[in-house]
Structures are given as C-alpha cells and as structure tokens.
C-alpha cells in the first residue's frame, strides 16, 4: 500500500521546536534506535505508554515515552495501512489515542467538522477538555502541568 501523504513539512516543523530538541536529545528516543519494524513500535507503546501528554508527568520535564514514540512512527513512514493499523487497534487506547493539549498545524474547519462528526458518531469526546475546561482524563495530579511548558523550561 502506498505511503501516507504529508504536508511535504518535516516532522521538527509539525511539533513544538522545544519538544522537538527534547525528544531528539532524549536517551529514550536514540534507545528507539533499535525499534527497527512498526509492530515493534505498537509493541512499546504497548508496554511502556501510560498517558499521551506530550511531557513527562512529575517534576521531571522531558518528553513523555508517547511523542518520543509518535515522533518513532513520523521518521518511518509509514504506509495508508499501517496508520488504519494503529486507528483501528483494540489492545490499547494509546497505540490509537487523540493528543489533546498539543499544539499541531492548524486544520482547515472543514475538516475540523468532519472530525468531531466522526468521533461523535463513534460516541467518543468531541470537545476540548483539561486544563482550560472539564477534566475527563482521571486524577487531578496526573493533568496538573503549567499552562506552558515552555514557559515553565525557560525559567532553567
């Protein structure tokens, strides 16, 4: 099956630049290096994947193991089928999980329409939720995190 079109943009352009650097510095991200095929990827999220904020949770303020994994899946290429792969699989919420509270390109309203028409049809939240609004995401200490991160990082 033929590869998945992009914006012809780089992945670094996709993400915030300070995730980016973080996520490229990360020695989980270079021990990725040894994740050669896309099943091993879904493999580790699988087993390593426990919440899809882009930052880790606590005090430590480096990237979570899901963008450095997200970031895995963009230098692979992967194929039309392999993403319906990951959309579609049932053993785990964050091999198919929507990243709220991160800053991606801008998505044409059109399309915006047609998104939350499909995730309302399939019964799952539709509306912005976390920090701004209602949480639905569990305990209150896990979606604690300054209103910018990268405000928050500037200050070290």
């Keep these: 099956m033929a590869e998945i079109k992009s914006s012809g943009r780089p992945i670094d352009q996709l993400l915030e630049k300070v995730l980016c650097m973080n996520i490229l510095s990360s020695d989980y991200f ?9 099943h091993e990827v879904i493999d580790e999220i699988y087993v390593t994947v426990t919440h899809v904020e882009p930052w880790m949770t606590g005090n430590c303020r480096g990237p979570s193991t899901a963008f450095c994994l997200l970031y895995k899946f963009f230098t692979m290429k ?5 993403m319906h792969g990951l ?25 915006v329409r047609t998104i939350v028409a ?10 912005h939720c976390g920090v701004t609004g209602e949480s639905t995401r569990g305990s209150e200490e896990t979606s604690r995190r300054p209103p910018s991160v990268k ?3 500037s200050l070290f």
Excluded: C
Excluded at 30 to 38: A, E, G, I, Q, V
Excluded at 120 to 126: G, I, V
């Design 30 to 38: 270079r021990d990725l290096l040894r994740l050669k095929t896309y």
């Design 78 to 82: 992967l194929t039309v089928k392999q």
């Design 87 to 111: 959309l579609k699989h049932p053993d785990s919420p964050y091999i198919r999980a929507y990243y709220f509270d991160t800053l991606f390109p801008r998505i044409p309203v059109p399309v």
């Design 118 to 127: 499909n995730l309302e049809n399939m019964k799952l939240p539709s509306k």
């Design 151 to 153: 405000a928050a990082l």
